[in-house]
């Protein structure tokens, strides 16, 4: 029997609550400041609010002050925070950590620097850790499609688990693997963590399809706007491949499940869906974010501002090429700028031909 | 102004009369035998009834017993039929195409010999026609994804026109390229049509996720089984991907839209989604066959009988190493075999590692 020890009760963590459970480990789970309310529920009902389910028996929840009880012997620590709080739970880990815990982290993300310099967020987090401690735990990462409610209701995931140790990787996963939650391993971390992220912000452009028709009067309508998806997908299918090659992953994770396999999830509803889909329908930006979204967390539409305004830098830097990434670019452009939806369809695939010859006219 | 004269008047090949017409080309549609009806109707009313529209101004319909009329003087002739059509169509283009025409074919499948080699259905059309004639014209496909309906009502559609002349392409891309279908051309023939067949057979198990919930009395509930979904595509990524290896195509094809962005639009609905959800529920395919469906074309199942049966030849031969290609196994396991559905996952993605040596102990 393993304890796991998981920081943020939100839905994906906890959901891996329930593979932990079925293989019989012990699973304590330690809420944020944020999600005080989630613990009390827990601990008087059972049931996690936002998942709507009883946690398995023997999940003990515990409050942000309990944390280092929590944190007593664990063998392996999650970090389940959201993308906006890696730094504070690399804080906290930096006192709750112990020598020979392996972290594994669930964060979906990347941060810049002022130069468009992108690091993937495990290592954001274990920055926060003093060095000597920092190398004497070992960091991992949990990547593919996962919708978090599917893993508790014990419906069939594949997902991939990325760090830089081969042993522990192995470790990790025969501690998660069942019969329903199917764990690949890979030393692709870059690769796996950047296509986390990335796919997030292409997940976006999901909506546009149903937006498009809202805005037309043609939410009903026989015909779709499926076409237009397909081809937003393999176009952001291309530019995942683009990601690996200027960040230094392997193509073979973004055509796998941490690439194409979680962008077609995330693309398939959520909230950044929605948000993209009021983007379609017309509604600028700026309003979708500040009055129809408000107080609601946009993973998706934070990564486009992080990641769209580093390819900014890095283009002016003369490291990305201008043609490159025009997807990303425009949902920068929405997302950002206020701009109005304008697919730029004939810088997609590297440039509709003739097109592009009748505008050089 | 061109003349392009359309063999077959399925959806498909009557949604391209929509830009064919918005750029002012002459667009005549002959029946085959089995569009007698159709045919008929647009003659009448002017509407296609399969796609509910009436076609655009100045498209003239033809019975097959006057093609000749319909191709005298056409610039460019298009097989509009299915997979099973495509050797009839082949025998009728010997006697009506003309030196110099540009043949364009929208067939989606693959043919196999009796040794599991596999060919395009472009060679397999253009075979019929007597060796002087064929050489004397070119041929040349469309792929990528495209709803016909869609194509119809003009909105955005990105397709590849692929072939193995540059001109020709050029030609074809400028004559059909509207301000919503967007075209770009590819030299990787093989690459793309070996993409448009095998797509086909995964989004098939595009209709499982559904199937398994009905199966399961949770055609309602909360949480779906995109996360089934998801690992599915990933995994049918990846063996485009190994397709473009064995048969020789490009990756660039696999990972764009005649690959994933087809595969994509594929698996959101249609008639070989439903026949995959009624395997997915758990109803022998003998049975969707021969009595829930019952006379309904179903392309990707058709594919996934010559595709599959050609894997299991090719690997008899040693040419396909029976680890790879563990889906398109099982899909023919289940259409060919009447198995049950029963997702091999620990053959997925090279093999799940920890799976396989417990297996093995």
Redesign the interface.
């Known amino acids: 029997m393993t304890t796991v020890t998981i920081l943020g009760s939100g839905i994906m963590s906890t959901a891996l609550a329930w593979p932990l459970s079925d293989n019989g480990h012990e699973v304590r789970l330690v809420g944020t400041h944020l999600d005080r309310d989630i613990i009390d529920t827990i601990k008087k009902t059972g049931v996690h609010p936002n998942l ?1 389910l009883k946690v398995p028996e023997g999940v003990r929840a515990y409050q942000l002050e309990e944390a280092e009880e929590a944190f007593e012997d664990a063998e392996i620590a999650m970090s389940g925070v959201n993308s906006f709080g890696v730094h504070w739970a690399g804080e906290q880990f930096a006192s709750l950590l112990k020598p020979g815990m392996m972290v594994i982290a669930v964060t979906k993300g990347m941060e810049a620097d002022d130069d468009g310099n992108l690091r993937i967020l495990p290592e954001v987090l274990a920055e926060e850790v003093p060095q000597e401690l920092r190398e004497q735990v070992s960091w991992s990462a949990i990547t ?4 978090a ?5 014990r ?4 997902v991939v688990f990325a760090g830089r140790d081969a042993d522990v990787l ?1 470790k990790l ?2 501690t998660f ?1 069942t019969d329903h939650y ?4 890979s030393m692709d971390f870059i690769g796996a963590e950047v296509c986390a992220a990335v796919k997030n912000c292409y997940a976006f452009g999901g909506g546009f399809m149903d937006g498009l028709l809202d805005k037309e009067g043609k939410s009903e309508a ?10 937003l ?2 176009q952001a ?2 530019e995942l ?1 683009q990601w690996m090659e200027l960040l230094g992953g392997d ?2 994770t973004s ?3 941490p ?4 962008m ?2 995330t693309t ?2 959520g909230r950044n869906v929605k948000a993209g889909r009021f983007a379609g329908a017309g509604v600028p930006f700026s309003e979708v974010q500040n009055e129809r979204m408000k107080d609601v967390t946009l993973e998706g539409v934070a990564a486009i501002r992080v990641i769209g305004g580093a390819l900014e830098k890095l283009t002016e830097r003369g490291v990305v090429p201008a043609e490159e990434f025009p997807l990303m670019r425009h949902l920068y452009d929405v997302v950002e700028k206020d701009e109005p939806l304008n ?1 730029p ?2 810088t ?3 440039g ?4 592009q010859k009748q505008e050089r006219v």
């Open positions: 709507d593919g499609p996962a919708i409610g599917e893993v508790a209701v419906h069939d995931t594949c192995e996963a025969a693997r199917h764990i690949w391993t026989k015909y779709r706007r499926y076409n237009y998806g397909a081809a997908f393999g299918t291309r491949g193509p073979d055509n796998g499940l690439g194409v396999g979680d077609f999830v398939m509803g697919m369809w004939e997609f695939f590297g509709e031909p003739q097109k």
